[in-house]
């Protein structure tokens, strides 16, 4: 897939706009300077203020350090700080969709996780001989996550359903490789006799 349009088309099915993160911040702010605005307005105007006048907010963000004590002041600076971090990745960081890139030839695929969750557990099901309801497969961004819960007295080799697994996303041809995890649960009877 050399095409950029191909490349920009496949970014933006696997990738999520921060428009709500984006919305949410700028409608605070907005909100925010609308009360700082009406409070300086009503000052101006002679009328009582809403909640705090803009010469009391004023005085009471000079005087906060010497009024606070030190630890409220140092959580107060945490809170503020955690906010600004949290900010700065969402505006930086690529959101991403529960898809992956499939390379095929000159060709832009994109498979959704659900589909490619579905497929590993058809295989393994067919490969190892459990019913499907006995796999559940969980696919995210970097791991493909196999979990078996087969009947009592049913042997399950784990080195051949990790092999299955890997085989089947090679498959794929994913543009990023998946972890494989494989876990074999116990079976509700041996539970309940334990």
Do not use: C
Request: hydrophobic share 50%; glycine share 8%; aromatic share 2%.
């Amino acid at each position: 897939m050399s095409s950029p349009v191909l490349r920009r088309v496949v970014r933006r099915e696997t990738h999520s706009p921060r428009t709500v993160a984006m919305i949410v911040a700028v409608v605070l702010v907005i909100l925010a300077l609308v009360y700082v605005g009406t409070e300086i307005v009503l000052n101006l105007a002679g009328q009582p203020a809403l909640l705090l006048g803009p010469a009391a907010a004023f005085g009471w963000v000079v005087g906060l350090p010497t009024e606070v004590p030190v630890g409220v002041s140092i959580a107060i600076g945490a809170v503020i700080a955690v906010l600004g971090v949290i900010l700065v990745v969402l505006a930086i960081a690529p959101g991403r969709l529960s898809k992956h890139q499939l390379v095929v030839g000159e060709s832009a695929v994109v498979a959704d996780n659900g589909v490619i969750a579905s497929a590993i557990a058809q295989r393994v099901s067919a490969e190892s001989g459990l019913p499907r309801d006995q796999v559940r497969v969980g696919v995210g961004h970097r791991s493909a996550d196999v979990t078996l819960t087969p009947a009592v007295g049913v042997p399950v080799d784990e080195a051949q359903i990790r092999s299955t697994v890997d085989a089947e996303l090679d498959s794929y041809r994913l543009a990023s490789k998946l972890r494989t995890s494989v876990r074999v649960e116990r079976p509700r009877e041996q539970e309940e006799n334990a």
